[in-house]
């Protein structure tokens, strides 16, 4: 427990800003008392396709990412016989999403540089039974989209984007969610913006928008626009179906919140990304993310610790008041997807074994950074 007597609290892996701005978001959204989806959601739509400079393409915000790619998952009419690429380096939520429709899973390998899905492993599955692709954006290190995305044309397939890692960060200029084919935000409570729970499906099709609305909401094809509104429409038609996975009121409320922080809060994680990257750049026995973080919005910063050194190094962090994470297991070794086809999977075995995630907060004092830096570098320089 932190709080016990002499005891210092632990830094975290994570640390959501929930200070006074997000406090008073909520406080005026439960004044206003209307706490089922409401104008306050179609406001944090609207914000999000404005900060992601959508241009035409549209928010469609849910209770969760997972949510979100199983709506996305149900939109493209998966269902079983149909296989879906994933890597198996990932959270579980896309493996389930997609899992749900009764699709199968193939899981395939990432490429060594930025643990992304490998688009030339993804070829090498394909079959006539594909029809999507799950990317993932690593940390926040945008995919090879346009690469899966030519696969996909020759191919006819859907490239599901999962972009829980992304919100905020661009390529080529262009922010992630501003293009490719259909992608999905995570606002959980750890992400880098957060709703309390929240996702959201960005869809380049307009006429997408009232199927996600459907499917977003017990099949119903005509209360969106009322809600909206802060009113309900009790003539409606029940049209699929459907899911109950809509974001709420309030959650919107601090997620608008959050979102007009969220250049500070990207600045600051990328400034901490630089320092650890400075302070270990010298330790053999590491490996780093290749980049300069510049245009990406950092979700965790991620080592990769060599000569089976992890677990060590995660107890001598623990014993210095400093919590890790491990992202990811490798999927393909949960007894679920125990019968799922699969690649080889070399680099993902070998990433899954090596991956330390120290922690990242959107406001860290120089001394928490300090702390963390030196029980690494004490670490290696212990031998
Ligand atoms: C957090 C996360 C999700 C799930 O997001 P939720 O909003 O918690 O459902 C999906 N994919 C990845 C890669 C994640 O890190």
Sequence with gaps: MSGAVGVPPKVPVYRPYLGVEVQEAARKALEVGWLGMG???????QALEARLLLDGRRAVSTNSCTEALHIAAR????????????????????????????????????????????????????????????AVDYLGIPCQLDELMDI???????VLEDAAHAFGSSSKGRPVGSFGDITCFSFGPVKTITTLEGGAVITPDERDVQALHELRHLGI????????????????????????????????????AQLAMVDEFVLNRQTYCRTY????????GLRLFDTDWKDIAPYI???????????????????????TGIHFLGAHEFSFYADSRRGDLSVTEQAAGEVLTLP???????????????????????G
């Design 39 to 45: 104008a306050l959601t179609r406001e944090f739509e």
């Design 75 to 134: 939109l493209i009419g998966l269902g079983p016989g149909d296989e879906v690429i994933c890597p198996s380096f990932t959270y579980v939520a896309g493996h389930q999403a997609i899992s749900r429709t009764g699709a199968s899973i193939v899981f395939c390998d990432v490429e060594p540089d930025n643990l992304s899905i490998d688009p030339a492993r993804v070829r090498e599955l394909i079959t006539d039974r594909t029809r999507a692709v799950l």
């Design 152 to 158: 996909a044309r020759e191919h006819d397939l859907r």
């Design 221 to 256: 094809d005509a209360d969106t626009d009322a809600r909206y509104r802060n009113q309900r429409n009790w003539d409606f038609d029940v049209v699929r179906q459907g899911y109950r996975c809509h974001l709420g009121s309030v959650p919107a409320a601090i997620g608008l």
């Design 277 to 284: 990257d400075q302070a270990f750049a010298d330790i053999e």
């Design 301 to 323: 910063y991620v080592l990769r610790v060599a000569d089976g050194r992890r677990a060590d190094l995660a107890a001598h962090l623990s014993a210095r008041g400093v919590s």
């Design 360 to 382: 990242l907060h959107p406001y860290m004092t120089p001394e928490v950074l300090e702390q963390v830096i030196d029980g690494v570098r004490s670490f290696y320089a212990a």
